[in-house]
């Protein structure tokens, strides 16, 4: 018993060594930008809609506290409702709304990582061999470089939907194929891009698997039918409220982001540098080159999916055209070189809102962590101790080729938030603005704080701004209080102006911005309930 538990409990010790620095400090965030304050408010405000702690009734759980007076602004980005469900109930209890970030990055890690080595032992009957890959890729730079972004690092759910659909595959139990497509519809209440992967998974799988399904071909396609359906109504409330937004700002990314955004060819040895995933799957390539090698049926068919799906996730992550740097290679200096992203940009639903192609990558590594687990299982060394020292010559490759986090940063408790945010909170009055406002990211630093004044805010920052808002916020940064921003402020239902004083002063300083606004403001804003030294507030 013990000795079939130890890769398991080998993997749980790395997979928690790699995120340390967040096991001790929960409330905190991977130091790198501001996006993990962003994610930490959208997972808060999800909960707080899951368990009814919003003004109105459910028709408000895709709404948010910023962007007033817009509604479902938590489609504006990923909506984490999943995460939330589980982790806003602890930081409530314990008043500290930081924690459902760390919270989230430590399972995720733990449970991505099970998943995926459950499924390489299911796959390869060897349990150090689906070891060995998991921690291949588990530590790899290519999982590592979203440790900020929880919607591609908490993959465990569309990875355990996945693999439930998978199962049905290999051995027709009925109830998988249904919950795997339960449990990938709710993915969509957490991240819609994994659904993507997804499709394209399952879309080779059956290439594959196609023959051994039909064997009755009403039953399977009456069972399909189903379990999409089944799926399809759970993802529907979400995939509506993303449509909605959608056509309400005529939303659509360009095609020129998305190339800025993919993945150039020599990022693969640079940005997504993985040593111990590229060193164990040229391991892997050798033994399955080696004209002794010998697999079964079953392996072979996983293994010919498997580099179907790792080739072409990493042909999509080159995203529209090729490139090499921040360069587009053209013929004859040109004519850039397409690739399928460009097709299914303008074909597949949903693709033209995708921002970021590198993403794709993340499948290409899982896939290739699969290649490695089911060539070292083939791996015949009659000598015990010869195999020890296999393993741990692997496991050596993994770890010391892998990565962990290393930087982190505390969010700030309810307890830290400015004393002005504290006395707005047990004023009346729903609707704020905070002034300097602006589309940058120093206003996610912003977004904590809504916890502490309740109120709903005119500012924000999410993957999406609304347009009208940008115009407005640089209107009343740049005009307020003349009679145009105070009559806008007074349709709008405006209860309070908090003039951040700091921020104008540096951006005076800095960019030579508003200089004098602040002066103008103090002799002729008028009703002023509240100041210190860094913030004042009006009453309109």
Not at 110 to 116: S, V
Not at 309 to 338: D, E, H, N, R, Y
Not at 448 to 454: M, R, W
Request: proline share 4%; charged share 15%.
């Amino acid at each position: 018993m013990i000795r079939k538990l130890l890769p398991v409990l080998i993997i749980v010790s790395v997979a928690l060594g790699s995120v340390w620095p967040m096991v001790k400090c929960l409330s905190c965030v991977a130091d790198f930008g501001r996006d993990g304050w962003l994610i930490n408010w959208i997972i808060n405000t999800s909960g707080k809609n899951i368990y009814g702690l919003h003004s109105g009734d459910i028709t408000h759980i895709f709404d948010g506290g910023i962007f007033y007076p817009y509604r479902h602004v938590l489609a504006y980005s990923e909506m984490f409702f999943i995460t939330a469900l589980w982790t806003y109930p602890i930081g409530f209890w314990i008043q500290n709304p930081g924690i459902v970030s760390g919270l989230a990055l430590v399972s995720g890690q733990l449970l991505t990582c099970l998943i995926i080595y459950k499924w390489w032992k299911k796959m390869s009957g060897n349990g150090w061999a689906a070891m060995i890959g998991t921690l291949a890729f588990g530590l790899s730079r290519i999982r590592f470089e979203y440790q900020v972004h929880l919607q591609m690092w908490s993959m465990q759910y569309w990875l355990l939907g996945t693999y439930l659909v998978w199962s049905y595959f290999t051995d027709r139990k009925s109830w998988k194929l249904f919950l795997g497509f339960g449990v990938l519809g709710l993915q969509v209440w957490e991240s819609l891009l994994p659904i993507y992967f997804a499709g394209v998974v399952l879309g080779v799988n059956f290439i594959f698997y196609h023959k051994l399904l039909i064997f009755n071909k009403f039953e399977f396609l009456r069972k399909l039918i189903a379990a999409t359906l089944l799926g399809g109504m759970i993802a529907m409330p979400p995939l509506l409220t993303y449509l909605g937004v959608g056509r309400e700002f005529n939303f659509q990314r360009s095609i020129r982001e998305a190339a800025n955004n993919s993945l150039a060819i020599n990022d693969i040895w640079k940005e997504f540098a993985s040593p111990g995933l590229y060193i164990l799957l040229l391991i892997a390539a050798v033994q399955i080159t080696n004209h002794k090698f010998q697999i079964t049926e079953e392996n072979g068919r996983n293994m010919k999916w498997l580099g179907l799906v790792m080739l072409a996730s990493l042909i999509l992550a080159f995203g529209p055209v090729v490139k090499w740097g921040t360069k587009t290679v053209k013929i004859g200096g040109k004519i850039p070189v397409p690739l399928p992203y460009a097709a299914a940009y303008y074909v597949i639903p949903g693709f033209g809102a995708l921002r970021t192609p590198s993403r794709w990558i993340w499948v290409s590594g899982w896939a290739a962590s699969g290649l490695i687990a089911i060539a070292i299982s083939k791996i015949q060394i009659a000598n015990h101790k010869s195999h020890i020292l296999g393993i741990l010559g692997c496991v050596t490759v993994a770890v010391a080729g892998g990565t962990g986090i290393t930087r982190v940063r505390a969010l700030p408790t309810p307890g830290q938030a400015p004393e002005v945010y504290k006395w707005l909170g047990s004023q009346p009055g729903k609707v704020m603005v905070i002034l300097p406002m602006a589309e940058q990211e120093w206003e996610m630093e912003r977004l904590p704080d809504i916890f502490v004044h309740n109120k709903m805010t005119l500012n924000g920052y999410s993957g999406f701004y609304p347009p009208d808002q940008a115009d407005l916020g640089k209107e009343l940064t740049e005009s307020f209080p003349d009679n145009k921003t105070m009559k806008e402020m007074k349709d709008l239902k405006v209860n309070w102006v908090v003039v951040d004083k700091k921020m104008y002063n540096e951006e005076c300083k800095i960019y030579n911005e508003n200089c004098g606004r602040l002066e103008l403001i103090e002799k002729t804003a008028g009703d002023k309930k509240w100041e210190d030294k860094d913030w004042a507030v009006y009453e309109i």
